[in-house]
């Protein structure tokens, strides 16, 4: 059963740093999203993305984050400058259209550190 | 704005006995409801879907959850809890005047005792 894949499965990075989390999404999907879960608290929505571009973001995604899909398989989340309240389980997901009737399936998630 | 709320962080059953997790929510348009499973290290695995129709909507292994529009909850049962069922059940909204985005609940923690 295709499954969605994440790396790395754990950073570590200092705070102000760079890092980019990578995804691999199911290949025939079409929507590509990610959320995260900070230790202790639900799982919130990031950014949705689309056909190249993002089509809906909540307010957490600020101009510190941004999604690019660079080739035909991987989708990625770039974190500019990490602050420690960015540390996280980051999930990324994919799903085949967007109607309700396409549920989303979640990757295994990368835990990021920021110390 | 949407939201969904599970009341127990824990739900404690022994093997063979029925199960219930609890899930309410609140949309301003339509729900669109689903569980997902977490087992340790592992990612969110989808259970089962509420889009319209059957108010008891049957999901994978065994699970099922019940619509109940005029309460506002989307509880999850299964007859007959295993112990390889224990693992972190979270309860998610879609609401149909939003995007595609999925609203969570905090997830309820279950434990099956053999």
């Known amino acids: 059963e295709p499954e969605v894949t994440q790396t790395p499965s754990h950073q570590v990075t200092q705070m102000g740093q760079e890092v980019i989390l990578r995804c691999v999404p199911i290949?025939?999907?079409?929507?590509f999203y990610w959320y995260r879960q900070i230790l202790g608290q639900k799982v919130e929505f990031l950014v949705s993305f689309y056909n190249n571009e993002i089509s809906e973001k909540s307010e957490i995604f600020d101009d510190q984050f941004s999604v690019e899909r660079p080739d035909g398989s991987n989708f990625t989340l770039k974190i500019r400058s990490t602050k420690l309240e960015d540390s996280a389980m980051y999930f990324c997901?994919?799903?085949?259209?967007?109607?309700?009737?396409?549920?989303?399936?979640f990757g295994p998630g990368t835990r990021l550190t920021v110390t | 704005a949407q939201s969904v709320a599970q009341p127990e962080d824990q739900v404690n059953v022994a093997e063979g006995n029925p199960l219930t997790v609890k899930c309410t929510y609140s949309v301003s348009g339509n729900p669109y409801l689903f569980w997902y499973v977490q087992y340790p290290n592992r990612g969110l695995q989808f259970l089962l879907k509420y889009i319209t129709g059957d108010n008891l909507v049957k999901g994978s292994y065994g699970f099922e959850a019940e619509f109940n529009k005029s309460q506002t909850s989307f509880h999850l049962k299964k007859p007959s809890a295993l112990v390889s069922d224990s693992a972190l059940y979270f309860c998610a909204v879609r609401d149909s005047n939003a995007g595609n985005m999925l609203t969570f609940g905090g997830g309820t923690r279950l434990m099956v005792k053999p």
């Open positions: 290949s025939n999907h079409l929507y």
């Open positions: 997901a994919s799903s085949r259209g967007r109607g309700p009737e396409n549920e989303q399936y």
